[in-house]
């Protein structure tokens, strides 16, 4: 485990003001509840996520949700009442998985031998006086029914110190995971996916950028389009050669005047955000 982790984890045992002092620490921690933890692996293994899991800013913990699962066979899921196509996810494995997930708990059942979950800090959980330090969460549910992600979204989901993410699959699940566990339900555009992960995915992706120190300039993120300085799309970038195919890079980026080059910057992207996006101006910009 990363330095920072660590850090964290000794601050959660020594204080019981496990909320407090979470603050003072950069470290975010994503749970991610799923039928299909293998799809996170490459994922997880590369570029931006794994570097912030290196230096110990991120940790993201897969959960199958088929370890809460009842029965020689762990079956998840059933056909609907009512009739219609397709199966849907049960209320048991599914309740019971967030639970013990968010109490820090281990699976019921060890798959050690399966090699699927392993023994010691998996769930990173440390206990004082018989209980968890380890804060819930914020639970969020990833669905087509659920709120629209947007950058706004995910500036309020990097304001947590962990996220829960729970991956449907099928045709979704009991409402009455809903009705019980009152998650966040998120969708992260107007189609159907196979499932939750490619969206939790994107949510980690997404809210990963806001943490401090997991961008290598932390700008970056105030620059991207539909950041917290405006809602407007990014003007275009360019990097040597400086003539490509007889096309040039703009004048002004090579004349080292900052403020003509922002100035430069802040009218190309209003003009390509009036072009494509009118919708992200305030009327009196359009
Ligand atoms: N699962 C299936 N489709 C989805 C979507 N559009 N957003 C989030 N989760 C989903």
């Not at 204080?15 to 975010?28: D, F, G, I, Q, W």
């Not at 990833?142 to 099928?170: F, N």
């Not at 096309?247 to 992207?269: D, F």
């Amino acid at each position: 485990m990363h330095w920072q982790a660590l850090r964290c984890k000794a601050l959660r045992a020594a204080a019981p003001t496990v909320a407090l002092l979470m603050r003072e620490c950069e470290y975010m921690r994503f749970d991610v509840l799923t039928l299909f933890p293998e799809i996170f692996s490459g994922y997880t293994s590369q570029s931006l996520v794994k570097l912030a899991i290196e230096r110990g800013l991120i940790d993201v913990q897969l959960h199958n949700i088929r370890d809460w699962a009842a029965g020689r066979h762990r079956v998840v899921d059933d056909r609907p009442f009512g009739g219609g196509p397709g199966m849907v996810l049960k209320c048991p494995p599914v309740v019971e998985c967030v639970e013990a997930v968010q109490r820090g708990d281990k699976p019921p059942v060890s798959d050690v031998e399966d090699g699927d979950v392993e023994d010691g800090d998996a769930v990173d959980n440390v206990v004082v006086d018989g209980r968890s330090t380890l804060e819930p969460g914020h639970l969020v549910m990833l669905t087509p029914q659920g709120r629209r992600l947007s950058q706004p979204v995910v500036e309020e989901l990097a304001q947590h110190r962990r996220l829960v993410l729970l991956c449907g699959r099928y045709e979704g699940f009991d409402d009455r995971v809903r009705q019980l566990l009152h998650p966040d339900e998120l969708s992260i555009g107007d189609y159907v996916l196979g499932g939750g992960e490619v969206a939790a995915m994107v949510v980690i992706d997404a809210v990963i950028r806001l943490i401090p120190g997991v961008l290598g300039h932390e700008q970056s993120a105030v620059d991207d389009s539909f950041s917290t300085a405006d809602r407007w799309l990014e003007s275009g970038q360019f990097t040597r050669p400086r003539e490509y195919r007889g096309l040039q890079v703009p004048e002004v980026l090579l004349s080292g005047n900052h403020e003509e080059i922002a100035r430069w910057r802040r009218e190309q992207s209003l003009q390509k955000t009036r072009q494509r996006r009118a919708d992200l101006l305030p009327p009196e910009g359009k």
